[in-house]
């Protein structure tokens, strides 16, 4: 009887990812103006996740926008020292 049930609910989820994957785009029957103008739009989902994932790890989110505004401006940290034998270095 389980194996049945298992049967049913696997052939319920091949038959709808067949659905999924054979359903139109509708980015494909957009014209190019509407398409621009979605994506255009901020996403809610994805403030909603930047907030979820700040409330979560404020100082990791801090890190990485400290971290881009340094590459926005030219002055990002440049790595380890070279060592020697390296060009740049004196020894």
């Not at 999924?20 to 398409?35: C, N, W």
């Not at 907030?51 to 030219?74: P, Y």
């Amino acid at each position: 009887m389980a194996f049945l049930l298992v049967a049913c609910i696997a052939l319920a989820l091949v038959g709808l990812l067949i659905y999924v994957l054979g359903a139109s785009d509708r980015h494909a029957q957009m014209s190019e103006e509407q398409f621009e103008e979605e994506a255009r739009r901020g996403s809610t989902l994805g403030a909603a996740m930047v907030g979820f994932d700040k409330a979560l790890r404020a100082d990791r989110v801090e890190h990485v926008l400290v971290q881009k505004k340094r590459i926005a401006k030219g002055d990002s940290p440049s790595g380890d020292a070279p060592t020697s034998g390296q060009p740049g270095n004196p020894d």
